[in-house]
């Protein structure tokens, strides 16, 4: 997959004028990164954030070893408008927040520190490209109540009683687990055990296990039990259930519209994604008094200050906390 990236992108290159600025050794770092063990998807998103820099290059036009600290400010200000293109020329409509503006400035420094690690001429240091300040934004987790019948909802709402059971399946494990939906759709047979225990290899190749309560391990079985394939997956079409497609699984846009449209059809008014029901999974376990050590290893989060994110969105829990530790509380 990622050499198909990569030849697309230099026969781009190759059809670009001689005045066009290009970002020099790109296709290089992607290389480094697919050397190193990154996934597919990081590699596709490190090259397509990198290519929105190579546009805004173009547009003013600025060489690329003119490249000084006001250029970065003035492509910060470029993420900040709806000016800016998708590396496909494509125009947007709204405005980046913060997080996907930091992710682009963090593209660009991983790109710099690579060429001075190669000894390739940098015309900045990668320090100097500072992030912005984030806005501090309390994500809404649905109530407990509403979160179950989205969950239940496959079992009422869907006609065919293969895709009902399927589609409840994958809600059952998804917030059993509280796994990412990358990890969900790719979710195979054998990384399953008798008991429930799950096997993730997660972002950035890190191991852990993920388990299954004893009612969403029910309807999984309940679900494999309608499959007569030869599927590795776990959650496959239902138009792929015969051998000729064995190697067919559900997709991350497929598990997002249904989960919208349950929210809808149920009147549910808090907006409910794949991951806010990963959000929700932590935040429920931190009101019952999980510690934030053990939902960062069940999150598989690298560190510690990202499951605490997660836990302090709940004024729920908040007032918990509140009620039980205030000093003059009697």
């Known amino acids: 997959m990622f050499f198909v990236i990569v030849v697309k992108n230099s026969a781009k290159m190759k059809n670009k004028s001689k005045n066009t600025i290009v970002l020099p050794y790109l296709d290089d770092f992607l290389l480094h990164l697919q050397s190193n063990n990154y996934s597919d998807e990081t590699i596709y998103n490190y090259e397509r954030d990198l290519l929105v820099f190579e546009n805004f290059l173009n547009e003013s036009p600025i060489p690329f070893n003119k490249i000084n600290k006001r250029i970065v400010e003035s492509y910060k200000a470029y993420l900040a408008s709806i000016d800016r293109e998708t590396p496909i020329k494509a125009s947007v ?10 992710r682009f400035l963090s593209s660009l420094r991983s790109y710099f520190r690579y060429l001075i690690k190669m000894d390739y001429p940098s015309p900045i240091p990668p320090d100097a490209i500072t992030l912005i300040k984030k806005e501090k934004k309390i994500p809404k987790v649905p109530e407990f109540q509403d979160t179950v019948k989205l969950i239940e909802s496959p079992s009422q709402l869907e006609k065919n009683q293969i895709i009902a059971k399927r589609n409840r399946a994958i809600l059952e494990v998804f917030f059993s687990t509280g796994i990412r939906i990358s990890e969900l759709v790719n979710l195979k047979l054998s990384q399953i055990n008798k008991e429930g225990q799950i096997y993730i290899l997660g972002k950035g190749k890190k191991e852990r296990f993920a388990y299954l309560t004893p009612r969403a391990f029910r309807h999984l079985k309940e679900y494999l039990k309608t499959r007569n394939d030869e599927s590795a997956y776990v959650f496959i079409p239902y138009s792929g259930r015969n051998k000729a497609m064995k190697d067919k699984k559900v997709s991350t846009n497929y ?15 808090v907006p409910i994604s794949p991951h806010a029901l990963r959000r929700a999974f932590a935040t429920y376990l931190a009101e019952s008094g999980a510690s934030p050590a053990a939902i960062q290893i069940l999150l598989g989060h690298e560190s510690l200050d990202t499951t605490t ?6 004024s729920r829990y908040a007032k918990k906390v509140h009620e039980k530790f205030h000093p003059l509380k009697e």
């Not at 409509?93 to 930091?102: D, Q």
């Not at 598990?255 to 008014?269: A, T």
């Not at 994110?309 to 709940?314: A, D, E, G, N, T």
């Open 93 to 102: 409509e709204k405005k980046l927040g913060s997080y996907s503006t930091n």
């Open 255 to 269: 598990i997002q519209y249904k989960i919208k449209q349950y929210r809808e059809i149920l009147g549910i008014n």
């Open 309 to 314: 994110r997660y836990v302090q969105i709940s």
